[in-house]
């Protein structure tokens, strides 16, 4: 089992930037997929991106590309995600998940940290 928990969540104004980071415990940090997800009032919850066990492969949905990256430590057993050119719709709050795999069109995960919240305003 993997337990987690974010940090780096809070208020910027549109345009602006923000850097998430998740840390992790337990045992075998690197051999999970990691990535993020996020709701938003009154939505689902949507992928935000993964990253693969090594880190060298990433894969994010239209909706954030070219603007998140996501990036791992497995030394440090932590995992980040870096948002830039913020807009309001990417309020909602940010979940760091473990071990994920594909489901469809999207993807699903085994483990989930508690979330932080982002606010973008305009």
């Known amino acids: 089992q993997v337990q987690l928990v974010e940090s780096g969540g809070g208020l910027v104004q549109a345009g602006g930037s923000l850097r998430l980071s998740c840390a992790a415990s337990?045992?075998?940090?690197?051999?999970?997929?990691m990535g993020w997800f996020r709701r938003a009032p009154g939505k689902e919850r949507e992928f935000v991106g993964v990253?693969?066990?090594?880190?060298?492969?990433?894969t994010y949905p239209d909706s954030v590309k070219g603007r998140f990256t996501i990036s791992r430590d497995n030394a440090r057993n932590t995992v980040s995600l870096q948002m830039s050119s913020l807009k309001p719709e990417d309020t909602a709050l940010y979940y760091c998940?473990?071990?994920?795999?594909?489901?469809?069109?999207?993807?699903?995960?085994?483990?989930w940290g508690p979330g932080t919240q982002v606010t973008v305003s305009s």
């Open positions: 998940a473990a071990d994920l795999v594909p489901l469809g069109t999207t993807w699903k995960a085994d483990y």
């Open positions: 337990g045992h075998a940090f690197s051999r999970y997929t």
């Open positions: 990253i693969s066990r090594s880190g060298d492969t990433t």
